[in-house]
């Protein structure tokens, strides 16, 4: 199964357990769950199922193409639900089976993987999921999102679309992979690959990232300050991406570091803060409307 | 008393492997407290877990609590009647509390008074009507990490997806988050199904056939054996690491084990590379031929049966080798690089954010350790040795391999040091220094690692003290008891002629020198102090040393860890000769005495009133002279008993609190003296004898 047929199966799949099909957004970030569908949208009471590809940026992890297992833009496919449904797992395993992976032929296994992003205030518990021995899933229950307590849980589940790739596919290297028909993985990266891996370890203009780091990081307060949640969001995550270019670029010491992540914590978690006030004053839209619908069955 | 058996089944999403056994353990310990509290006799408890399940079933429950006869004591037999005979207020009071009658009422005697008695019955009620309190039984559980789910308020290992509560064929209702107790389980996950339990007794055999293994015990055999049977076939040695194998068995619900092989290339990587690959990431176990070499082969235990296992395997493979092409390309990578462009690294590595970098850490290590290694009067070559290891203990940890493999410190350290050319004695040090690595690691082989592993824990807890950074009960993020134990066992093994204080103060030293004491540095050494004697304080009570006499031992400063051992054991073996008490209460008199001592003087033998006073210091001045080279601590406390007759002679005859100021002043220093020798070998007026 090509890489195309993957995304549309899962898509699918999903689609058909209640989730909006939702696009990448439109932001750099290192992982799917700092898109604001899910980080966003994990605060607060009300329910949320969506699924979506997140092309993953991660500036240190670029190889100039010349790695077969490393990547600078990787893909995820990402489902949220909450509240997490009660036979998540049984969901999840059914969409192994609709990508051509039977079980009983295989040996899979729930290995305990807590999860925690100190920069975005956020931790969970869950699993990886192994697949004959790889990890091919991160799931994961939510238990705090930008310093919030979530209640409910949402679970996130998330695929490594590549690696998973590599192994419907056979393929020892991940240029190799077959995007869709007569397309291959190569086809469609190397060069970005190539570029952006010259770009974040040679050519960056370090001046001009530590500027726009602080511009952003300004940028987002005053956002927030207006109440404006996800233009303020969109700059904390120019600011994170940022951040990973300096850090890939060894820009920043150990001591800064530790400095730098806790800007990005402090902004997460009062992004977080002020999306909670701004859905409350709105009355929790999407929790009254399915009230009203249960209301209205009954 | 009829009997059933109760079953308790508590059905989980995937539990951490290193938590199921505890928690197993946890819910039988429960059970059986809370069928003791409630007087219901039962005969034996078996335990169950899978990652998916926790479960125990008693066997032999009594239908009904045990019934309670009991005699209560009411008033005295005066007040029990009235003048006229009858039953007074208090009397029938008594009994309607008691639940009977007057009629029931009989007099026994206690302390030679006459008091009402009544012989009390309480029937058991009947089991089932109290088994559905085992809801608060299964929800108090608690565990390391909890978690919520869904809209649950209820925190718990993982989610919970059933529940079986079974007192013979009754269902017993229990309602836990949005689950009902009933009677079906559910089976391997992809090789079974649901069944339903109709009997308690049926438990194990009901999962069986779907496929899984209940008792870890049985599941743990049977990896057990799929080993062994490789080794048979195939004339392997599979060496079985226990944690590895719980943590295997406690991943899986019906056991297979199979093999796979990876490129003989890779065995070029060092063992600990391999093996690190294998156990800590994929958990595999490594095989090895009967010489003890590696063999390009793992073994791995799947959750399923014995269909398609080529597949497994082939998969498995493919992981490895990913893992295995990633160490080799950070091998080779590592190895472009030298020691000096490592250390410059480590300049901008903070170790802590009050403490400074890695390298700033590095360089108050070399210093200290150039203190012990005079102090330990080394050879200038071995010095040089010495300041060797410590200046690049820690280079590996900018390596990649490091890097993606933590666990390696030091044991990458020694492989590319030998390779970038560094003595043996260096390239073995970096890596012993991390040793004792756990509680039952052993210590350094060599010496030099042995120093350099004491200097660098000692800066590590010193370090910490300084800026206020002390372990307190379960609280100890660095580790700090884990390195002074380290240290403690050190000194106690190789018998260093050292005192533990005096490396303290050269380690606290460096701190002043470079301006990282935060605290009263008085302060700091009494904590440092009371911190290391509780480390002391449990090596010897593991020795098998008495209580008292570690305190004994551990009233004044620790000093020289050895010979503190040595005392230990003179003092357990000298308690058991006749005369023991003796001696100790004439030398605990003297230190009891010398406690009035405040202002001590130069003891003045013209002060002397009578012959034994002269008698006593004379005896005193020789035990001294020959205490100071004893040469071994069986002599030391030989040569202070000998004390004993000219003390019990002087006290006989010499009031110490003499009235005047100058006696009295006299005699105390007399005494203070003495009390200092004797204390100096232990607190003898802390020995408890019967």
Known sequence: MNIQNMILTLQKHWSGHGCILMNAYDTEKGAGTMSPYTFLRAIGPEPWSVAYVEPSRRPADGRYGENPNRLYQHHQFQVIMKPSPDNIQEIYLDSLRALGIDPLEHDIRFVEDNWENPSLGCAGLGWEVWLDGMEITQFTYFQQVGGLECKPVSVEITYGIERLASYIQEKENVFDLEWTDGFTVRDIFMQPEYEHSKYTFETSDLDMLFQLFTMYEKEAHRQMEEGLVHPAYDYVLKCSHTFNLLDAKGAISVTERTGYIARCRNLARKVAKTFYEEREKLGFPILKQKEERINGQA | ?690
């Open chain 2, 1 to 690: 008393m009829a009997k059933h058996d109760l079953l308790v089944e508590i059905g989980l999403e995937e539990m951490p492997a290193r938590f199921v056994t505890s928690s197993m353990n946890q819910l039988s310990k429960k059970m059986e407290k809370w069928l003791n509290e409630k007087a219901i006799e039962f005969d034996h408890i078996n335990m169950f877990s899978t990652p998916r399940r926790l479960a125990v079933l008693v066997k032999g429950v009594a239908e009904a609590q045990k019934d309670i006869h009991e005699e209560a004591k009411g008033p005295a037999k005066k007040i029990a009647r009235d003048e006229s005979g009858n039953w007074s207020k208090a009397a029938i009071g008594f009994t309607r509390g008691q639940g009977v009658s007057v009629d029931d009422i009989y007099f026994k005697e206690v302390g030679g008074v006459e008091y009402v008695h009544v012989n009390k019955f309480i029937k058991g009620q009947p089991s089932i009507s109290l088994l559905p309190e085992l809801k608060e039984m299964i929800t108090s559980m608690s565990f390391p990490k909890n978690m919520r789910w869904a809209d649950q308020d209820l925190r718990y290992i993982r989610p919970i997806k059933w529940i079986i509560a079974l007192f013979g064929n009754k269902i017993i209702p229990l309602g836990i988050t949005h689950v009902t107790s009933g009677n079906e389980t559910r089976g391997h996950r992809f090789l079974g199904g649901p069944a339903a339990i109709e009997a308690p007794e049926q438990y194990e055999a009901a999962l069986s056939k779907q496929f899984v293994v209940a008792d870890p015990v049985k599941r743990k055999n049977m990896i057990l054996d799929g080993i062994k049977k490789l080794e048979d076939e195939q004339g392997w040695d599979i060496p079985v690491d226990e944690d590895l194998l719980e943590e295997v068995n406690n991943l899986v619900e019906y056991p297979t084990v199979l093999f796979g092989g990876f490129e003989k290339e890779f065995l070029e990587l060092p063992q600990e590379v391999l093996i690190t690959s294998m156990k800590e990431h994929q958990r595999y176990f490594p095989v090895k031929n009967q010489n003890g070499e590696l063999l390009p082969f793992f073994v791995t235990v799947r959750n399923g049966d014995s269909r398609h296992l080529e597949i497994v395997s082939k998969g498995n493979e493919k992981v490895l080798r990913a893992r295995l092409s990633d160490a080799s390309f950070f091998y080779k990578e590592d190895q472009k690089k030298d020691i000096d462009s490592a250390l410059k690294k480590l300049e901008t590595i903070v170790y802590h954010e009050e403490i400074g970098t890695l390298s700033e850490k590095m360089a108050r290590v070399r210093k200290l350790t150039a203190q012990l290694s005079s102090a330990l009067q080394l050879s200038e070559n071995a010095k040089k040795l010495a300041d060797r290891a410590a200046e690049i203990a820690k280079f590996d940890l900018v390596s990649h391999m490091v890097y993606e493999f933590p666990e390696l410190q030091g044991y990458m350290g020694e492989k590319y040091a030998k390779l970038l050319g560094e003595p043996q004695e260096v390239a073995a040090a970096i890596n012993e220094h991390y040793m004792p690595r756990h509680a039952i690691d052993s210590v350094p082989p060599s010496l030099t690692g042995a120093i350099l592993s004491v200097a660098e824990k000692m800066d590590t807890i010193v370090t910490f003290f300084s800026i206020g950074i002390i372990p307190t009960g379960s609280q100890d993020p660095y580790a700090l008891r884990r390195q002074a134990s380290g240290i403690v066992q050190i000194l106690s093994e190789k018998k260093w002629e050292l005192s533990l204080e005096k490396i303290m103060k050269a380690s606290l030293g460096e701190m002043e020198a470079k301006g990282i004491m935060k605290r009263d540095r008085n302060e700091t050494l009494h904590d440092l102090e009371q911190f290391f004697k509780a480390r002391v304080k449990h090596l010897l009570n593991e020795q098998g040393i008495r209580y008292d006499l570690i305190d004994a031992l551990l009233e004044n400063e620790i000093g020289n860890i050895a010979i503190l051992s040595e005392r230990a054991s003179v003092l357990e073996v000298k308690k058991q000769e006749a005369g023991f008490k003796e001696n100790l209460e004439a030398l605990s008199r003297v230190i009891n005495i010398a406690v009035k001592c405040e202002n001590k003087v130069e003891v003045s033998p013209a002060l002397f009133e009578n012959k034994f006073e002269a008698k006593l210091y004379e005896k005193y001045q020789a035990v001294y002279a020959d205490y100071q080279s004893a040469g071994s601590e069986t002599r030391a406390f030989e040569l202070l008993v000998s004390l004993k007759a000219e003390i019990e002679d002087y006290f006989e005859h010499t009031m110490v609190m003499a009235d005047d100021d100058k006696l009295r002043k006299n005699r105390l220093s007399l005494m203070k003296d003495i009390s200092d020798l004797i204390s100096g070998f232990a607190a003898m007026n802390k020995i408890i004898v019967s």
